[in-house]
């Protein structure tokens, strides 16, 4: 049996895939190429314990061309200020707050900085209302303490003990959804870099090469707002939303191609067409306004961001793929269009049932996106 290998359009991982074929490969195997080569080619000054000068981390996140030629693909699409503040941060002792609304890049941006400077992206603690203390600073296995006593080896550290140990990036996923007197336990971890194990009689002290990445959503603002003695410990960092329609085509048709080839769905993209009209109904029903500026419309409760567009392309292209002709065409995203912008069925129905009569419907060019939404009732 052979297999022929796909075609790997821009943006695609070119990285050796391991023998198991993961779903989803972590980026520094995804991308182990490209992390070699700019190793290779990078002789700047490299902070203690990284794998790559700040300069080559930030090639890496925002693409560009080596000496050598080889191409490093753009992971982050946006303003190149924005990951600089980011990785020069992190080259200092503070750490790094990645801050923004649902589906701004923020897990993939602070995935990509983690593969980069450590060389792994695999040390995180996903925070949530039920994280435990244990998640930040360690935790035990109770056979073994029970068996032994405490001792080093019945200790289970957490992903922040491990990057300490070691001096290596760990990331923390929206943080403000611990619970406040659990985010405590990172204060003094941050400021003095060291943390304490009164069981055993002794600390951990953090390596050169430690730092932490945290992400959290402006939505959830109030609902454990970080501390301002937690607060001071971080930068932060915004990441916005697409500035112009063009940007946002581009970063949905970049993923969507590159999911589209992991996924290897044998579906044709080429055609911008319905990228093109998912991200101006997005940024219409986001802003309120139709592009041309003529007709308020209203925004339904669903966040209707770059990620949910990335969604709903992906899903037409494997109804394309599947139960089409390969092309992605207006009845192959309407269903996913509809399921994302409509989550309540009733406020949200009658937003889209308006938006659908005085916006799409006036379009002549969109007659069969109009077809195509009016037939799913
Ligand atoms: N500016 C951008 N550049 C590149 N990819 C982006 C950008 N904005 C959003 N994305 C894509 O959106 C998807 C969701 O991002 P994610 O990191 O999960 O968002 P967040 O953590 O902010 O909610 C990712 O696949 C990412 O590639
Ligand atoms: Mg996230």
Known sequence: MTDTPAPTPAGTPTGTSTAED?????????WADELAALAASDDRPRPAQWRLSPWAVTTYLLG??????????????GQ????????????????LLLLGVPGTAKTWVSE????????????????????????????????????EGPSREALVPSPVMRAMETGAVVRIEELTRIPADVQDALISILSEKHLPVPELDTEVQARHGFNVIATANNRDKGV???????????????????????????????????????????????ELAEIDR???????????????????????????????AISVMASGLSLAAHFGDGVVRADDVAAGLVGAIVKDPVQDRLVWEEYLEAVVKDRREWADLYRACRELG
């Open 112 to 147: 990509h900085l983690a593969a980069a400077i450590s060389g792994s992206s695999t040390l995180v603690v996903q925070g949530t209302a039920g994280t435990p203390e244990e998640s930040l600073r360690y935790g035990w296995n109770y056979a073994r303490l029970l068996a």
């Open 224 to 270: 454990n707002d970080l501390s301002s003695a937690l607060k001071r410990r971080f930068n932060t960092v915004v990441l916005p939303l697409p500035d112009s329609h063009a940007q946002e085509v581009e970063i949905v048709r970049t993923r969507v191609t590159a999911l589209g080839a992991s996924l290897r769905l044998p579906a044709d993209l080429s």
């Open 64 to 77: 560009g061309t080596l000496p050598d030629g080889t191409e490093i693909s753009p992971k982050y699409l």
């Open 278 to 308: 998912v991200v101006t109904i997005f940024r219409e029903l986001r802003s309120g306004v139709t592009a041309d500026r003529r007709t308020t419309v209203k925004s339904p409760s669903a966040t209707l961001s770059t990620a949910e």
């Open 22 to 30: 993961p779903l989803r490969a972590h980026a520094e195997d995804a």
């Open 80 to 95: 190149r200020r924005i990951i600089e503040v980011a990785v020069a941060t992190l080259a200092t002792d503070r750490a």
